[in-house]
């Protein structure tokens, strides 16, 4: 009643000074931080990995084959470290008995969403230009390879390779469809290690390339099947050509919202490995999307951009001693499922 009765001008005054002293100082006239200005998109898993960009690195594991047991190595984190890892991932695979068992898998994404745990998930996808089921490295399987004719009719509308594949995403479009339908948001990590000509879908730089099958299979799944629960992982990994690679593989802004590197050479994770990444991924988060050697506390103080890390299931039990694990776990950079906020 008192404020309201000041004469104009003198309310001026007041206004301008609390104006002037609250955008400089805090009450007790410490310098006041702004706060941390981040992206409002759709997904709430990559709102908060923006969030904690620059400040956090979610822990997280693989859980490789097979399907049937799909928490198997998330739990072995826990019986390691008394802790559970912030992500989860899972895999449609190749193998008769695991697409069998896909359901399986993603009724266990299903549990761990439910739990506040990210959800990740990949596709070690047979090659369309023969059959499916497959095997892994007999040269008809996911280790295979398509002629260069092969690869422009599975890459052009119309044609039975074409046909083919999109017949293939049909089938993990149906579980995908009921993580969307369960509210259940997932990191989708297809075609991964896309500079790596192992695999039948890699190896291939350029507009017309890889990056054109990774557009074709992004378009099916968003725009012809409706998926817009997936948040999109571009992957590459880490060879000496990686500064180039970022570059001859890049699918586009539109095209992706995650960049991920697998971290496998034996040179661990060099600041030129983690420049190369923040570089192209711009303003976009960035993660460690496998690895088997962990990074250290200190790295991660010095790479603080890493949203999360993926360790590859046995192998992260193979590279790092049982300390080195707690430790990790125990680090304050690092944040484990019981620090997550929940969905």
């Known amino acids: 009643m008192i404020k309201s009765m000041l004469i104009p001008s003198l309310l001026v005054v007041l206004l301008f000074s609390d104006c002037s002293k609250s ?27 923006y969030s904690i960009s620059g400040e956090k690195t979610l822990s997280g594991i693989h859980n490789r084959e097979p399907n049937a047991t799909p928490a198997r190595w998330t739990d072995e984190i826990y019986n390691t470290t008394g802790k559970y890892p912030a992500l989860w991932s899972g895999d449609f695979l190749f193998q008769a008995e695991n697409i069998n068992n896909r359901q399986i898998m993603v009724n266990e994404a299903v549990t761990q969403w439910k739990k506040g ?34 690869f422009t009719e599975l890459t052009t509308d119309g044609t039975a390779i074409n046909a083919k594949w999109k017949g293939m995403m049909d089938e993990v479009c149906l579980y995908l469809q009921q993580l969307k339908d369960k509210g259940v948001e997932v990191l989708w990590r297809p075609m991964h290690e896309m500079n790596q000509g192992k695999f039948w879908w890699a190896g291939r730089p350029g507009a017309s390339g890889t990056v054109k099958l990774w557009k074709l299979t992004h378009d099916y799944m968003v725009k012809t099947k409706g998926l817009t629960n997936l948040i999109w992982v571009w992957d590459v990994q880490d ?22 590197l697998d971290v496998y050479d034996g040179s661990g994770f060099t600041q030129a490995k983690y420049m190369a990444m923040v570089n192209i991924a711009g ?14 506390e200190e790295e991660l103080t010095y790479q603080p951009k890493w949203t999360f890390f993926m360790s590859w299931s046995e192998l992260v039990f193979e590279k790092n001693t049982k300390e080195q694990l707690i430790k990790l776990y125990g ?13």
């Open 117 to 150: 745990a990210v959800i990740n998930i990949m596709w070690h996808a047979c090659n369309p230009a023969l059959s499916q089921p497959c095997g892994w490295d007999d040269g008809k399987g996911v280790l295979s390879s398509l002629t260069d004719q092969q």
């Open 331 to 343: 680090s304050p950079k690092v944040q484990s499922l019981d620090k997550m906020p929940g969905w």
């Open 23 to 49: 955008s400089k100082t805090s009450g007790d006239d410490k310098p006041v931080t702004p706060p941390k200005e981040t992206p409002n998109t759709p997904f709430k898993t990559l709102n908060y990995l």
């Open 283 to 296: 303003k976009k988060p960035i993660a460690i999307g496998e690895c088997d050697k962990l990074p250290t």
């Open 239 to 260: 060879f000496s050509t990686l500064s180039n690679d970022v570059k001859s593989y890049y699918p586009g802004d539109d095209y992706y919202d995650v960049a991920a």
